[in-house]
């Protein structure tokens, strides 16, 4: 049996944006190498403002390949129930290869967020 979806996630308001990414929502960081392949590690929100958000990203001292600013896709997530799942994707710059306890500075160009909590 087929059932119609009634309704779907919503977009944040720049407030629930700001309190969700204050939470440090864990995720995963999606970089472009310099040879088109994609690398992808486990990463969490520590810091943000409009335009950058500062990632903590595990694993980046095994891959250090890149150097200078790389493409960069971030998806991070919280839910504890289906009304609780939010979300971000945000793409843009990151400094890469992060520092050497791990933190990357992404310079934001495009992000999207998703909320079931008005759903």
């Known amino acids: 049996m087929v059932v119609k979806r009634r309704?779907?996630?919503?977009a944040m308001s720049d407030h629930e944006l700001a309190e969700f990414l204050s939470a440090a929502p864990k995720g995963a960081i999606c970089i472009?190498?310099?040879d088109d392949h994609l690398l992808a590690l486990p990463a969490r929100v520590v810091d943000f403002d409009d335009a950058t958000l500062t990632i903590d990203v595990d694993g980046a001292e095994r891959h250090l390949a890149?150097?200078?600013g790389a493409q960069a896709c971030l998806v991070a997530d919280t839910f504890a129930t289906y009304r609780a799942i939010?979300?971000?994707?945000?793409q843009g710059t990151v400094s890469w290869p992060p520092t050497e306890q791990g933190?990357?500075?992404m310079t934001v160009s495009r992000t999207v967020?998703?909320?079931?909590?008005?759903a």
């Open 66 to 68: 890149s150097s200078g």
């Open 113 to 118: 967020t998703f909320s079931f909590a008005n």
């Open 7 to 10: 309704s779907g996630p919503t």
């Open 86 to 90: 939010r979300g971000v994707i945000s």
């Open 32 to 34: 472009l190498g310099e």
């Open 103 to 105: 933190v990357a500075r």
